[in-house]
């Protein structure tokens, strides 16, 4: 895979795991050569083409997932891979979202996708107020016959009906 076409995994997986407020599983390659695996809660991004900089917090989900640790800088493409943890959560903070719209379209390797945040905005709203994410209007006609209906599997309304 290219520098470029990995990046924009990366990027996408980056972009959807802040605006989904989850931890990513991350394989990264560190100073000393070794692959080492931990989960990583973003907090910040540094904005720059050659050398994005990720910061956050990084858990090793082999020890107590209370116990974590502030990383003061990770390198995009020492990122070998990476996966969103379903089921996870932690609160972003609202500056790191309002970068990324800043910087939107100046970065090619970020993948800011705004259909998929206002469908996660719709949701979250949704869970919010605690509303169904669907329309549920309905009304009733009178005179319907529900015996004849399920009978049948159809029902024919009369004029006044139809003026329901």
Known sequence: MSKNKKREKIGKLIQQAIYKEKLLHVNYLNSNGEVVKFWLAIF???FNEEAPIIKGKIYNPSLN???CKDVPKLYLDKIKSAEIIEFSHYDVPLSCKNKIEEYTGHLSWLQYDTEVK???DY???CYYFDEDPYRKDYGL???IDIDTL???GSYYLN???KKD
Do not use: P
């Open 65 to 67: 997932i209370n116990e």
């Open 150 to 152: 399920s009978k049948n």
């Open 44 to 46: 910040d991004i540094i």
């Open 118 to 120: 206002s469908l996660l």
């Open 123 to 125: 949701y979250k709203s």
């Open 159 to 161: 004029d006044e009906q």
């Open 141 to 143: 006609i009178r005179g």
